[in-house]
């Protein structure tokens, strides 16, 4: 009876769990107040956990290797682990969350007996690290699955404001033929051009060598991992030096900064101008972007719950110090406005489902391994709360986010919350075994950009 009820994996799904693309999220939320564990354990019991179905399902395979879901009853003691003792080698508890992370990134993996979920409890840094494997679902499903057990912290009967983002349709009656038909001729355009770079980066061509590259294998080396601060109202500020531009224009123009800062003071021999490293970016392919609402996201099946994202390839170029800081936020709208009129994210998401389903989970796993090995970094933002909020009535400080490790040296896991973006550098300490450097790198390129705009605003 209980197969009949089983619920086959997405192909997404699939895909997770195959050895080269085995990948489980990690979120930390950091608190200033002792935790208590009753509480959290008696929230987490109480929430939606025990209807999910993917929650609270734990994986099984039949004869013929074909993965699904089944229903199962929740052990929380096995879910909760708890650890009294000081992490060692920790300046502050901040610290030890990303020590204890970066061990996460690369140790053991989640037990299948149970779902595969867990909470880790470091009391002694009063913070919680949540492990949540890719299979369940992405970025967008955790999140909303996490704010569904929050509160305001100004008003702790009242969940947080999930806000989603409004995309304005453009209005075509309003346009002449010709300016529609030009939209049309971008489309195709952009499409062709980037569709035949994501397919060369996927079978030969690959990003010049760095001391910031991976390869086949780095996954499996230690990692480091550092945080960079980011100031939301200085992106803003940012952002109103060019017009239309938006906050991941000038997250990727100072990334693009960031990382020419570092390498002018990392690399034994001066790189050229223009090397190009590319960078991998997941998108969300929901109808509608933002935060979801939990119990819409668990009725649509469609469109809800799950991995709907496509890849992006978003290129980042070296230049020498000294050059207007300005002028990464200006290359970097120039080449995501064109990301945007093409369909490249509905492409790599569609010829990855087309390949699960002809030639199966582990070819679809070798060609993203091929092309995370071809490229530079990964990078991904998500909007997290504007607000504070608790959690088991523990004031919420900071929220982290990262995952295992891939085959890139540099995996960069944005999440904004309250006001500040917390930007977590997951790194092969072998290649880079100073993150924090490159983190103050990356600060101090928001703080140029900021500056320069600061100038400009005031010019104009």
């Not at 304005?168 to 195709?188: E, Q, Y």
């Not at 919350?417 to 983190?439: I, N, R």
Request: a positive charge; charged letters at 20%.
């Amino acid at each position: 009876m209980s197969r009949e009820l089983d619920e086959p994996l997405t192909p997404a799904g699939r895909l997770f769990l195959q050895p080269d693309t085995n990948i489980v999220v990690l979120c930390c939320l950091g608190t200033t107040q002792p935790l208590r564990i009753e509480a959290i354990k008696s929230v987490i019991a109480d929430s939606m956990l025990a209807k999910h179905p993917r929650l609270s399902s734990i994986l099984v395979v039949d004869k013929n290797g074909r993965e699904y879901w089944r229903k199962t009853e929740i052990d929380m003691d096995r879910h909760l682990i708890i650890r009294h003792d000081p992490i060692e080698g920790a300046t502050d508890d901040e610290d030890a969350a990303n020590l204890y992370m970066a061990d996460l990134a690369v140790s053991t993996p989640l037990d299948t007996d149970k779902p595969l979920w867990e909470v880790h409890l470091l009391t002694f840094h009063k913070c919680a690290v949540v492990r949540a494997h890719h299979a369940l679902g992405d970025g967008i499903s955790m999140l909303s699955f996490f704010m569904a057990m929050c509160r305001k912290a100004d008003d702790p009967a009242t969940m947080p404001i999930m806000n989603p983002v409004v995309v304005p349709r453009s209005n075509h009656r309003n346009g002449v033929i010709g300016g529609i038909l030009w939209r049309f001729l971008k489309v195709v355009w952009f499409t062709a051009v980037f569709v035949f770079d994501f397919i060369a980066r996927v079978l030969w061509l690959r990003d010049e060598q760095t001391v910031v590259s991976g390869g086949a294998g780095v996954e499996l080396w230690p990692r480091k991992l550092a945080t960079a601060r980011f100031l939301v109202d200085d992106m803003k500020v940012v952002k109103k030096c060019i017009p239309k531009t938006t906050i991941n224009d000038v997250l990727f123009g100072v990334t693009s900064l960031g990382l020419s800062k570092y390498l002018d003071t990392r690399s034994p021999k001066p790189s050229h101008e223009g090397l190009r490293m590319t960078g991998l970016a997941m998108v969300n392919l929901r109808p509608q972007a933002g935060h979801q609402d939990l119990i819409q996201m668990m009725k649509d099946r469609t469109t809800g719950w799950g991995n709907k994202f496509g890849m992006l390839l978003l290129p980042a170029y070296y230049y020498r110090s000294g050059s207007d800081p300005l002028e990464y936020l200006r290359r970097a709208k120039v080449m995501i406005d064109q990301k945007k009129s093409s369909l490249e994210s509905f492409f790599s998401y569609k010829i990855g489902y087309l390949v699960m389903c002809i030639m199966g989970a582990k070819y679809a796993s070798i060609l993203n391994y091929k092309i995370l090995c071809n490229t530079t970094f990964t990078i991904s933002n998500m909007v997290g709360p504007k607000e504070k909020i608790t959690f088991a009535d523990h004031p919420v400080d900071y929220m982290k986010t990262t995952s295992t490790s891939l085959p890139h040296g540099i995996t960069m896991h944005m999440v904004s919350y309250a006001g500040t973006a917390y930007m977590q550098l997951l790194v092969a300490k072998d290649l880079v075994p100073d993150p924090q450097v490159l983190a103050k790198c990356l600060e101090d390129a928001l703080l140029e950009m900021k500056e320069a705009a600061v100038a400009t605003i005031k010019q104009k």
